[in-house]
């Protein structure tokens, strides 16, 4: 059975300046992997769908995870750090208007 070659969702996670900040890292993740938001969105969306009001970004993280490893077939390589969490969740809570106080969040701490 032929598998599908792996997808780049989340390469180069770990690949910055040891001295950058968590939100400069972050920025450069985002743009470097654009799929990641993409399934943050879809995912967050199927969620809400259902009915619910909030959700937990750390559910929809692991469903990406079990995306990539499960159903696309990716190989090992794909990382995808938690410290970014909180960073995706305030992000699609202001670019997607129907995602707006879907997640709850804390005081995001400037490292």
Same mark, same amino acid.
């Given at each position: 059975?032929?598998?599908?070659?792996?997808?780049?969702?989340?390469?180069?996670?770990?690949?910055?300046?040891?001295?950058?900040?968590?939100?400069?890292?972050?920025?450069?993740?985002?743009?470097?992997?654009?799929?990641?938001?993409?399934?943050?969105?879809? #995912?967050?969306?199927?969620?809400?769908?259902?009915?619910?009001?909030?959700?937990?970004?750390?559910?929809?993280?692991?469903?990406?995870?079990?995306?990539? #490893?499960?159903?696309?077939?990716?190989?090992?390589?794909?990382?995808?750090?938690?410290?970014?969490?909180?960073?995706?969740?305030?992000?699609?809570?202001?670019?997607?208007?129907?995602?707006?106080?879907? #997640?709850?969040?804390?005081?995001?701490?400037?490292?």
């Amino acid at each position: 059975m032929d598998r599908k070659p792996p997808q780049s969702v989340g390469q180069g996670a770990f690949d910055f300046e040891p001295d950058a900040s968590i939100q400069q890292k972050f920025e450069a993740f985002h743009r470097e992997n654009p799929r990641v938001y993409e399934l943050l969105v879809k #995912f967050s969306r199927q969620v809400k769908a259902t009915g619910r009001e909030h959700y937990s970004i750390n559910a929809v993280f692991e469903r990406i995870r079990w995306h990539v #490893f499960i159903e696309t077939k990716a190989d090992d390589q794909f990382k995808l750090n938690n410290i970014y969490r909180s960073r995706y969740a305030r992000m699609l809570m202001e670019k997607e208007p129907d995602l707006r106080d879907f #997640f709850d969040t804390r005081e995001l701490k400037r490292a």
